[in-house]
């Protein structure tokens, strides 16, 4: 059974910074998209950050470019969402996915394997 397990939430001030992990049992990791989704209260779940399986394409939500990136370490069978200067409106759960979508993209990918969650909490 695929597992993924994230780590680095916590509770931050406004303008700072956390790392995400993402680390996982997928075997064919490397041809696998990787992606970071949130969800916030009462608000549907947004893509937030993802990555290719080829590592060539990568795509970051407006609200967040400037701030945060996505990086995936093969070897490591582990992706990272790096976020700085953090807003309160960053506050959400966020979820690590990976697909095994053959195409080479990271949008209107299914998504096939999902973490539990990692609570980020900006306050103001």
């Known amino acids: 059974q695929v597992q993924l397990v994230e780590s680095g939430g916590g509770l931050v001030q406004a303008g700072g910074s956390l790392r995400l992990s993402c680390t996982t049992t997928?075997?064919?990791?490397?041809?696998?998209?990787l992606a970071w989704f949130r969800q916030a209260p009462r608000k549907e779940r947004e893509l937030v950050a993802g990555i290719s399986r080829s590592g060539r394409f990568s795509y970051l939500l407006d609200s967040v470019k400037g701030r945060f990136t996505v990086s995936r370490d093969n070897a490591e069978r582990t992706w990272y969402l790096h976020m700085s200067n953090l807003k309160p409106e960053d506050t959400a759960t966020y979820y690590c996915?990976?697909?095994?979508?053959?195409?080479?993209?990271?949008?209107?990918?299914?998504?096939?394997?999902w973490g539990r969650g990692t609570q980020v909490s900006v306050s103001s």
């Open positions: 997928i075997r064919a990791f490397s041809g696998h998209a």
């Open positions: 996915a990976a697909s095994g979508s053959n195409l080479e993209a990271v949008y209107n990918i299914p998504w096939d394997s």
